[in-house]
């Protein structure tokens, strides 16, 4: 007898294999059983204590998430939303260099100011959630390990954090590392992987920064600072080097080649996987295609380089509830202090509100605020925001840029950008793809998720509240790519 049966699903098995109708049957945790059938196959034979009939619905494994930042969120989210809404059943964090631990009594702050500065995760819910009571990483481990959570959950260390507890002040204003300070890394890296930790990560593109506008700590590390520590998470046992590559964002398209050189050199000698942030940048459109296959080469000669691509364009949603281009106009902002949500939405739509907000001029930006000049790009981007509507489209032509929007109805860019966010009572959002956009479609993409070299990611999952919203991939891409 089957503890539970799932007939008449879809099964998409996650193999690249075409989806097929299936009975699904499950005992003692495991899958036991897949039954193929057509319209008129009958079901698969035998009694279940529960079954669920899935007809007309998918029937996949969880996803595994690799590019996630729950490192604190994990701390009062059991759940780990919006992950877990969307079909990941493991999550990764510890990404891109940041998170906490390891930690010295005194440096929680400090951390807390990193993760903010470099992931847009509010640091009032960053204080206020994260319960710390660890030091080391395997005591993190510890802490994480006793939460009873809706998804798995691993993590890897951290170069900040290790940088930091290792270096102290040096360490987090990036001053060179001593062949004293790379051994002091290097114990706290392989002790963490012994612990638990699935690998190590870093980060090496300026785009990554502090609340105090410092690079992540690891950003300009020497090259026998990461070969040593590369040589201690292959010490610690089987793990993965994972790195947000210098150039990533397209503020260096020499540089990448140059990373890819010393991460295969790294690969040859240690025998761990390095995954690499891969996307399309605007400032030169075909250099992802000459790392994909450089990371084949590699691979092919021994070195296990991953290109991690995104399931689809990497940018902002930007609209009322969040980023706008108006954020800065007097009167919005008085709205803004004195209105709930569902009073803001509408007074934003009386005409004589509408009228004044366009009229105004922009009040100063405040530099010691994240991301407070975002209303200027916002304002000087209508032919690249898209309206993309409700269900969203992630793939839409230039017709739904606001500039066209705006041609179409005769109105200046910015009473159509007001026009369009004040959609669905005022909840509609506007994207900007800042990358995998080069070309207005989604061809790149799909090159980069069905090439051999390419790994699933960048979701950012618990990352960049105010503008991103990517952990809802596994959904988008069993709605978009079917």
Known sequence: MFDLKITGGTVVDGTGADRFTADVAIKDGKIVEVHRRGPNDPMLAGDAAETIDATGKIVAPGFVDIHTHYDGQVSWDAVLEPSSNHGVTTVVAGNCGVGFAPVRPGQEDWLIKLMEGVEDIPGTALTEGITWGWETFGEYLDVIGKRELAVD????????AVRAYAMGERGARNEPATPDDIKAMAELVQEAIEAGALGFSSSRTLAHRAMDGEPVPGTFAAEDELFALGRATAAGGAAVFELAPQGAAGEDIVAPKTELDWMRRLGEEIDCALSFALIQV????????????LSAAAHQAGSRLFPQVAARPFGMLLGFPGHHAFTHRPTYRRLQAECTREELAERLADPKVRAAILAEEDLPID????????FMLAQNAANRLYHIGEPPDY????????AAIAEQRGLDPLAAMYDLMLEANAGAMLMYPMFNYSDGNHDAIREMLTHPAGVLGLSDGGAHCSMICDASYPTFLLTHCS
């Open 395 to 402: 793939e839409p032509t230039d017709e739904r840029t606001v």
């Open 367 to 374: 530099p010691s605020k994240l991301f407070d000049g975002m």
């Open 282 to 293: 605007d400032a030169d459109p075909n250099l992802w295609r000459e790392q994909l296959e």
């Open 153 to 160: 959950m691993g993590t890897q260390i951290a170069h900040g």
